[in-house]
């Protein structure tokens, strides 16, 4: 698996040429960005499990189950990332290595 971080530094639309400032990303691997949104989803879990009769009552039952599946979702994601962020960890070192 190639794993490609090189990104264009100028896009040309139409007759206007953009360029882009050389900065590290915040998150590059999405570890903190997806189990900040799993959490989230948690919380939001937790919050409406006491409303839970009434979310049934008014047709809005799907707000809690939304928040598992947000919540299943991200653990997939999170384990993603992190098999994501090793093979880059892994990439990296091999690089050093090499003479």
Do not use: K
């Amino acid at each position: 698996m190639e794993l490609r971080d090189d990104q264009p530094m100028q896009h040309e639309i139409g007759s206007r040429t953009y360029l882009l400032a050389d900065v590290e990303p915040i998150d590059p691997d999405g570890v903190r960005s997806v189990t900040a949104g799993t959490a989230l989803f948690f919380i939001a879990f937790l919050a409406l499990l006491p409303f839970y009769g009434r979310l049934e009552r008014d047709g809005h039952q799907w707000w809690l189950w939304m928040c598992l599946v947000g919540m299943g979702l991200g653990l997939l994601g999170l384990e993603y990332c992190r098999h994501r962020r090793r093979a880059r960890a892994e990439r990296d070192a091999g690089l050093d290595r090499q003479p």
